[in-house]
């Protein structure tokens, strides 16, 4: 079992930058392909990011591609989210998720086994 803490989240205003973490406990999280997922007032959880087991895969929501950057660190089980050029849309919970069978990971939400707390972030026009 993984548990996922993020942190980093606050205020920003548009055209700011925040950086994200997600640190994970236990000793296998090499072995878990990693997400980001969002979710505003009033919508759904949806789709960020997400990174391969290893770290050399990566793939992007349109809307953020060029802007955001994921990343991990394995020997410090810990995953990271840049956030640059930040939009008032980009304002949601963010939460990171660890997906158990797919190495390159999954857009999809329902592929995720564990998830953290989700961390605030608001971003002011």
């Known amino acids: 079992q993984v548990q996922l803490v993020e942190s980093g989240g606050g205020l920003v205003q548009a055209g700011g930058s925040l950086r994200l973490s997600c640190a994970a406990s236990?000793?296998?999280?090499?072995?878990?392909?990693m997400g980001w997922f969002r979710q505003a007032p009033g919508k759904e959880r949806e789709f960020v990011a997400v990174?391969?087991?290893?770290?050399?895969?990566?793939y992007y929501v349109d809307s953020v591609k060029g802007r955001f950057t994921i990343s991990r660190d394995n020997a410090k089980n810990t995953m990271y989210l840049q956030m640059n050029s930040l939009k008032p849309e980009d304002t949601a919970v963010y939460y990171c998720?660890?997906?158990?069978?797919?190495?390159?990971?999954?857009?999809?939400?329902?592929?995720?086994?564990?998830w953290g707390q989700g961390t605030q972030v608001t971003v002011s026009s």
């Open positions: 990174i391969s087991r290893s770290g050399g895969g990566t």
């Open positions: 998720a660890a997906d158990r069978l797919n190495i390159q990971g999954s857009s999809w939400l329902g592929a995720y086994d564990y």
């Open positions: 236990g000793r296998t999280f090499s072995s878990y392909a």
